[in-house]
């Protein structure tokens, strides 16, 4: 199959030109696709039947406000009695209900719109709401206010101040959700009602609740000062009311492996790694080992490396000893390198001339200009240094030239700096 099958005359054009002119084939990209955005989660069919209540009244408001507005009074009267419940308006307000990138707009409109009609027609009257007639009683897709679920449970709290109103009651408005409230921060129990951990009651009444934060690391407290702890939190200790950190490090509570130490913090404590020359430690750096490591020795109160190349000789021809950090490696000297397991003396290239490296074409090319440059001259001499003959050898010197460097200027640039 052609390369340009699938892409279009462009880049066929393209294509065929490349070979005319004996370039290079172009190559052909293929651009990386962007990475898959998770799709979108789904409004709640109450939301979807909210939102479009809400633009169908909007569409009420506009459908009046560009039909009437300044003339005769008492034709304007005349006609918005009958404009008023007219099929003409109800079509007029259902064309923009919908934006047309809200696929579920339209896929409820579709399902309600004889309920809709039904409603325009025959009981704006008995039910002027029209959320409350089409989303709650006739689709069954929300709930009122303080209500949730299939049943319309009130939500913890009651229905007229869910969660005691330090909270949001999951699903409250719908026909779905658990009812369970998730409480602002500082607040807690099944309706919100209560302080949660590390806050006090800093005021209460029969309506009304106010949570403050306790001192940092209490659990419970009667106040926001230090000496109010009534409980700590993990990792403190009661101590005359005040709560005072636990040090683990002291303790049988810290868990460190055999080659890390402890480090107390607030409230809890780290493990770290020992110093590379500590086989075990008491803390960090050399110093704090309890024994030294191998390649590693004890000098004072410290681990310190070993130069193992004061002793070590290395057995390969050629080599010498490097000492590393409790260790050593045997590496080639200073003019040799490593081959096949041993180290061999490096070969110093010769300088390459100008036109060492040229293929056989190159040459050719190169040939060509001479003799052309040398026939461009004779005839310039033949013509007694007319300025036309001159002109004419002075540009296809030029011209030669360019074409040969542009071909070849990568090759002829690195010849000449190595035959430099």
């Not at 310190?304 to 010498?320: A, K, S």
Request: proline share 6%; with cysteine.
């Amino acid at each position: 199959m052609a390369p340009w099958s699938q892409r279009g005359l462009a880049p066929a054009l393209l294509w065929g030109l490349s070979l005319f002119l004996g370039l290079p084939a172009p190559v052909w990209v293929q651009p990386s696709l962007p990475p898959q955005a998770s799709p979108p989660t789904e409004p709640h069919p109450c939301h979807t039947c909210r939102g479009l209540v809400d633009s169908f009244n909007k569409g009420l408001e506009r459908t009046i406000r560009d039909n009437f507005g300044g003339g005769n009074t008492a034709w304007e009267e005349e006609k918005l009695s009958k404009y008023k419940d007219s099929e003409t308006r109800l079509v007029e307000v259902l064309e923009g209900v919908c934006s047309k990138s809200d696929f579920e707009c339209h896929r409820l409109l579709e399902l309600s719109e004889e309920l809709v009609e039904s409603w325009w027609f025959h009981k704006q009257q008995e039910a002027p709401d029209l959320f409350q007639w089409l989303c709650s009683d006739s689709l069954k897709l929300c709930c009122p206010p303080g209500t949730f679920g299939p049943s319309c449970l009130p939500c913890p709290g009651g229905a007229e101040r869910p969660c005691g109103g330090y909270g949001q009651c999951e699903g409250e408005g719908t026909r779905g959700g658990s009812g369970h409230c998730d409480c602002q921060a500082g607040y807690g129990g099944e309706a919100c009602g209560q302080c949660s951990l590390g806050y006090f009651e800093a005021e209460r009444n029969a309506s009304h609740l106010v949570c403050s934060a306790c001192f940092g690391p209490c659990a419970r407290c009667s106040g926001p000062e230090e000496s109010n702890c009534l409980q700590c939190k993990k990792g403190w200790t009661l101590h005359h009311l005040k709560c005072v950190d636990i040090d683990e490090c002291g303790t049988e509570r810290a868990s460190c492996g055999p080659d890390q130490f402890c480090v107390n913090t607030e409230g809890s404590y780290e493990c770290r790694d020992c110093a590379k020359a500590c086989l075990g430690c008491m803390g960090a750096g050399p110093g704090r080992c309890k024994r030294c490591s191998p390649g590693y020795q004890q000098v004072g109160s410290k681990c310190l490396d070993v130069d193992e190349c004061e002793t070590v000789v290395c057995p390969g021809e050629n080599e010498q000893c490097e000492n590393t950090e409790g260790s050593y490696r045997c590496v080639c000297a200073e003019g040799y390198k490593q081959m096949e397991g041993i180290c061999v003396k490096e070969q110093i290239p010769e300088s390459a001339g100008f036109f060492s490296e040229m293929t056989e074409d190159e040459l050719v090319v190169l040939q060509q200009m001479f003799f052309g440059v040398i026939i461009c001259a004779l005839a310039t001499l033949a013509a007694k240094g007319d300025l036309v003959f001159t002109a004419i050898f002075i540009g296809a010197v030029a011209a030669m030239t360019g074409y040969w460097l542009s071909e070849r200027s990568d090759r002829v640039l690195e010849g000449f700096i190595k035959g430099r």
